[in-house]
């Protein structure tokens, strides 16, 4: 029986073999299972079989060497902690195939003059948002705009740079403490996107900038649209919106709005 046609359970056991594979040669040198994989909470975490062999090919092709579990989760999509074969620490985002949120994205991707194909189907769907977001963090890297690195996408997987410590991601600018600084950098993100990116994240907001020693870092750009699209400057203002009125929550004074808007789009 062939990878391709192996059953749900049979991919499960093949990729746990895998890790057990993986764990014992961990093991002779004193590692334990414990600090290595967390295999249940994953193995229990992971949804399909295609998400499955996704990480079963990210092994195999050297990209990962072990995941350890899961450091955050959302109605879209969960994170995870992984090693790749040098030591380095990793982020996995995978989306979830069976995620009834992504029915409510398509005009996100509709206008988008960068996506004129999409097939229909939910699984087309979640795997097409994907693509979309490791273009928009590719085009962010490119234009030097503070945000997440991507590493690689494989049908519903990102593989990213991990933001934190010991496994531990960052805190968020929502957990954080924040300064004046920290306004006037989230408004510079703002306008590098839609200037330099020419990107409107489209879901701008507290949740989705870490706040670390070297600055703040821009992640979660699924949403993220190309200026051409006919709803940009509308997601733009809601963006300038929704992060000044956090940070008017937190007692600073900000620039109204409507002149941010106005300075970013001329």
Request: hydrophobic share 35%.
């Amino acid at each position: 029986m062939s990878e391709s046609t192996l059953l749900p359970d049979d991919l499960g056991k093949k990729l746990a073999k895998r890790v057990d594979n993986h764990l014992l040669k961990n093991e002779r040198r004193g590692t334990s299972e414990k600090d290595i994989f967390d295999k249940k909470k994953v193995m229990d975490d992971v949804l399909d079989r295609t998400s499955i062999m996704t990480l079963s090919k990210l092994i195999n092709s050297g990209t990962i060497a072990y995941v350890n579990g899961v450091v955050g989760s959302g109605k879209e999509a969960k994170m995870y902690w992984a090693v790749d074969r040098d030591g380095k620490d990793v982020a996995l985002k995978i989306y979830l195939v069976t995620a009834s949120n992504f029915k409510k994205r398509k005009p996100y991707l509709v206008d988008d003059p960068r996506f004129t194909r999409i097939k229909k189907g939910t699984r087309n769907m979640v795997e097409l948002w994907a693509q979309k977001e490791f273009r928009n963090l590719t085009q962010c890297v490119k234009h030097d705009i503070p945000s997440i690195k991507p590493i690689r996408i494989l049908k519903n997987v990102l593989v990213l740079e991990f933001v934190g410590k010991n496994g531990t991601p960052a805190k968020t600018l929502v957990e954080s403490e924040i300064d004046e600084n920290d306004y006037k950098n989230a408004i510079s993100i703002i306008s590098q996107l839609y200037k330099k990116a020419e990107l409107v994240h489209a879901d701008f907001s507290e949740y989705n900038i870490f706040k670390t020693e070297s600055g703040l870092i821009l992640f979660d750009l699924g949403s993220a649209i190309d200026i051409r699209h006919r709803n940009a400057k509308e997601f733009l203002q809601r963006d300038i919106t929704n992060i000044s009125r956090f940070f008017v929550k937190r007692g600073l004074t900000v620039e109204h709005p409507s002149d941010v808007m106005a300075r970013i789009t001329n």
